[in-house]
C-alpha cells in the first residue's frame, strides 16, 4: 500500500511563513504529479499548487508569488513553502500524489492522499 503524511501545519500570524512537508512511502513505482490542496471551514477543497515529475508548477491565482511548492525526487516528497500568510489561508492543508505501484508485473496507477494538516493564520 502508499501512505501520505503531511507535516509542518501550525498556528502563525499574519505576514508569517510555515512550510508544510508530504512523504509518500509504500510500494511506490513512480510518481507523477504531486500537489497541494486546501479546505476551510464550510467551503469546498480547492487546488492550490501542483508540481510535475520534471518540476513544473502550477498555482492558484490566490497565492502566486507567496507560495512555492518543489519536491525531492529522491525522497519521495513534496514541499509548499507559504510566505506572507493571510487569515484567508486558514485551512486544512492536505497532499495529493499519482503514484503508480508496482504489484507483480503489473503498474497499478491510482490517485493518493494524505491525512491533511491544520494552517491557521490568526494573530
Known amino acids: 500500500q502508499v501512505q501520505l503524511v503531511e507535516s509542518g501545519g501550525g498556528l502563525v500570524q499574519p505576514g508569517g511563513s510555515l512550510r508544510l512537508s508530504c512523504v509518500a512511502s509504500?510500494?511506490?513505482?513512480?510518481?507523477?504529479?504531486m500537489g497541494w490542496y486546501r479546505q476551510a471551514p464550510g467551503k469546498q477543497r480547492e487546488l492550490v499548487a501542483t508540481?510535475?515529475?520534471?518540476?513544473?508548477?502550477n498555482y492558484v491565482d490566490s497565492v502566486k508569488g507567496r507560495f512555492t511548492i518543489s519536491r525531492d525526487n529522491a525522497k519521495n516528497t513534496v514541499y509548499l513553502q507559504m510566505n506572507s500568510l493571510k487569515p484567508e489561508d486558514t485551512a486544512v492543508y492536505y497532499c495529493?500524489?499519482?503514484?503508480?505501484?508496482?504489484?507483480?508485473?503489473?503498474?497499478?496507477?491510482?490517485?493518493?492522499w494524505g491525512q491533511g494538516t491544520q494552517v491557521t493564520v490568526s494573530s
Open positions: 495529493s500524489a499519482d503514484i503508480v505501484r508496482a504489484v507483480g508485473s503489473f503498474r497499478l496507477r491510482n490517485d493518493y
Open positions: 509504500g510500494s511506490i513505482f513512480s510518481i507523477n504529479a
Open positions: 508540481i510535475t515529475s520534471g518540476g513544473t508548477t
